[in-house]
């Protein structure tokens, strides 16, 4: 074989380096190929050098532009583990004390049952997960619950759950008057197991997503020559090849989107006689928050007067906003009065504008100093005497360290 031939060869078999793109918590956005990632450093190599950022300044890291879609008439069960870990599968095996995953996407992954909290079938239609939520996972259970649907109706049933069967493919279920069945898995709307937090469990370090949206709580991620080897905050490895990694997400505890904080307190009031109260993570209409054409999943929207206040503990260091009117809020009323947004850390005036609908920037990015501030709040008055159809928008509003 030709020495030509030979790299050829080697250049259609090798894995392909990752491309990734990294975004750090000072707002730098570093693109290039994946060196390494360990618990202290992720290494990029960028236009021929290699870049280290310290985990602490990690927010996420981006292996694909998005999820690959799943077709709607794929069936497959959800699993959840005893660490919050959630995997989509297209086939769940139990034998004897053990089980067996194969997820959507091909990687399989073997672990102990006890790893296990809870497994729902045909969790590709919303009602089963809308109702499994609401009558199992969603309340404190004392005791184990066996699933099982009658129509569209799913049923649970108190008791306990022993092991799996060595075949077929059946767990031992004894309800609490003491009637003792064999279920078999796949028949089964839905498995849970009342389990304790493992207080050996260890800290995640990141949300690892695979290109089908599982989603694994890591304590350790490591890229090898084929992919990543993952390993969950209750122990349970799995391997991928690079091509199914999608995304890891560092910012839990880093970045805390406002909508999903509880505020200290809230003040609202109207000279209209009609309070009307703020909204996370929607809009008036109940709409996804929508500034200059783009649609936001994240966000606060207050009305003419209102106050809200959070507790930062002096813990953050910046707040990023997008400030505008949203655009189904402009049709709402003809009242051009100005809308005053008001920043307010630890009694101090930090940030202070006015914005009206004739504004001919539609949505404006705003970035707030709030470094050692203890309380925090968001003050949005009208510039007139009345309030009426006075709105604003703090769309994808986050603090960050």
Not at 105 to 131: C, F, H, T, Y
Not at 176 to 194: H, T
Not at 215 to 236: I, P
Not at 313 to 341: C, K, N, S
Request: include cysteine; charge should be neutral; proline fraction near 3%.
């Amino acid at each position: 074989m030709s020495v030509l031939r030979a790299l050829l060869l080697f250049a259609l078999v090798a894995p392909a380096a990752s491309a990734a793109e990294l975004k750090t918590l000072k707002g730098e956005s570093l693109k290039g190929e994946l060196v390494s990632i360990s618990d202290k450093e992720i290494v990029l190599e960028v236009d021929g050098k290699k870049v280290s950022t310290p985990i602490p300044q990690v927010l996420h890291l981006n292996l694909k532009d998005g999820f690959e879609k799943i077709e709607g008439d794929t069936k497959y069960a959800e699993v959840e583990l005893t660490d919050g870990t959630l995997l989509k599968c297209s086939k769940v095996e139990l034998i004897e004390s053990d089980a067996k995953l194969t997820l959507l996407g091909g990687p399989e992954v073997k672990l102990p049952l006890v790893k296990i909290s809870s497994i729902l079938n045909e969790a590709n239609n919303e009602d089963n997960r809308k109702q499994w939520k609401e009558k199992v996972t969603s309340k404190k259970q004392v005791r184990d619950i066996l699933g099982l649907r009658k129509g569209d109706v799913i049923n649970p049933f108190p008791g306990t759950l022993g092991n799996a069967e060595k075949e077929g493919n059946r767990i031992e279920f004894v309800r609490a008057g003491g009637d003792k069945r064999s279920i078999p898995v796949e028949g089964a709307a839905g498995f849970y197991f009342q389990r304790s937090a493992d207080p050996k469990a260890k800290p995640a370090l990141c949300k690892f997503y695979d290109t089908k949206k599982n989603l694994l709580y890591a304590a350790n991620v490591s890229k090898t020559n084929e992919g990543f080897t993952v390993t969950t905050s209750a122990g349970v490895t799995v391997t991928y090849a690079t091509d199914k990694v999608a995304r890891l997400d560092y910012s839990k505890g880093k970045l805390e989107f406002l909508s999903r904080m509880a505020p200290l307190s809230v003040k609202e009031n109207s000279t209209e006689g009609k309070v009307v109260n703020f909204r996370r993570d929607e809009n008036f209409d109940g709409e996804k928050i929508r500034l200059a054409g783009v649609n936001y999943n994240q966000g606060l929207c207050l009305h003419s007067t209102s106050e809200v206040e959070y507790d930062l503990d002096g813990e953050y260091r910046e707040l990023q906003a997008m400030v505008g009117i949203d655009e189904i809020e402009e049709e709402v009323t003809a009242d051009d009065g100005a809308v005053v947004l008001k920043i307010i850390g630890d009694g101090k005036e930090l940030y202070s504008q006015k914005i009206t609908r004739s504004d001919k920037e539609r949505a404006r990015p705003i970035v707030v100093n709030i470094q050692k501030v203890q309380k925090l709040k968001i003050l949005v008055t009208s510039d007139d005497l009345l309030d009426l159809g006075k709105h604003l928008a703090l769309a994808d509003a986050r603090v960050s360290k």
